[in-house]
């Protein structure tokens, strides 16, 4: 089972500014078997990126995905105050099996 | 539109089952597999495994063998997931969420969630 490790656990930062998420796979993963998603409290995840840079639908271009081999990122180019949750990094492997980073939470500073 | 609607929350003993249902509507059933994600309070998301309406057919994480089982009735469009011998560490929020189809490998649409309590 692949294991996907999110770095780091917690980022706080103020609105305006970069950020960077980092997912890092302990098997290299396909390009096109990675996802990111975002989570607010009482919600349901909400998918954001597939296939390591493709925004799903009505996902606004300050997000941006990158990255491959074992290591993935996700960019938010400038922080929105609707930007600030938990994102996770998500992947597809053999036999049909999908499993999680334990995700970045991303707090206003 | 693409909706996917759990069924309410639950309390259960420990030792005892539940079933939480998600019944899909704004598009075909049988075309999409149906996984199943749980969440535990401030935790991370937990993939448990998939069912694909068309066939029946299942796969389930390791970590749940022989304690899920994922159903479907497709004539009232809506997937099922049972869990049995339940434990306090079940008590979570279970997703039911939509594949969205080979080649790509992700879940476009959720369920609201269904918060399972388990507790003597």
């Known amino acids: 089972e692949i294991v996907l490790t999110q770095s780091p656990g917690t980022l706080s930062l103020s609105p305006g500014e970069r950020a960077t998420l980092s997912c890092r796979a302990s098997?290299?993963?396909?390009?096109?078997?990675l996802a990111w998603y975002q989570q607010k409290p009482g919600q349901a995840p909400r998918l954001l990126i597939y296939?390591?840079?493709s925004r799903a639908t009505g996902i606004p271009d300050r997000f941006s995905g990158s990255g491959s081999g074992t290591d993935f990122t996700l960019t938010i180019s400038r922080l929105e105050p609707e930007d600030f949750a938990v994102y996770y990094c998500?992947?597809?492997?053999?036999?049909?099996?999908?499993?999680f980073g334990q995700g970045t939470k991303l707090e206003i500073k | 539109q693409v909706q996917l609607v759990q069924s309410g929350a639950e309390v259960k003993k420990p030792g005892a089952s539940v079933k939480v249902s998600c019944k899909a509507s704004?598009?075909?059933?049988?075309?999409?597999?149906i996984n199943w994600v749980r969440q535990a309070t401030g935790q991370g998301l937990e993939w448990m495994g998939w069912?694909?309406?068309?066939?029946?057919?299942?796969g389930y994480a390791q970590k749940f063998q022989g304690r899920v089982t994922m159903t479907r009735n497709n004539s009232i469009r809506t997937a099922y997931m049972e869990l049995s011998s339940l434990r306090s560490e079940d008590t979570a929020v279970y997703y039911c969420?939509?594949?969205?189809?080979?080649?790509?490998?992700?879940?476009?649409?959720w369920g609201q969630g269904t918060l399972v309590t388990v507790s003597s």
């Open positions: 969420a939509r594949w969205v189809g080979a080649p790509k490998y992700y879940f476009d649409y």
């Open positions: 704004g598009y075909t059933f049988t075309s999409h597999d």
């Open positions: 069912m694909n309406p068309n066939s029946g057919n299942t």
């Open positions: 098997q290299s993963v396909s390009s096109s078997y």
């Open positions: 296939g390591t840079s």
């Open positions: 998500q992947q597809y492997g053999s036999s049909w099996l999908y499993t």
